[in-house]
């Protein structure tokens, strides 16, 4: 996994939470179920090249 492909994700799972916690906060429940989708797909592309960098050997 490139460290750019690291920082994209992190990023995205970050901008995840804090869309999660002003939907809290707010009360607005789409929102906060936005910000779950983004923690989630940040989370699958994680696993994905994590799976890349396996059969690489890394």
Do not use: P, R
């Amino acid at each position: 996994m490139g460290a750019d492909d690291k920082m994209q994700n992190k990023a995205e799972n970050l901008g995840g939470k804090v869309k999660e916690g002003v939907g809290k906060a707010t009360g607005n429940e789409s929102m906060e179920a936005e910000g779950h989708g983004d923690q989630a797909k940040s989370s699958l592309k994680d696993a994905g090249e994590n799976v890349k960098d396996a059969f690489k050997g890394k």
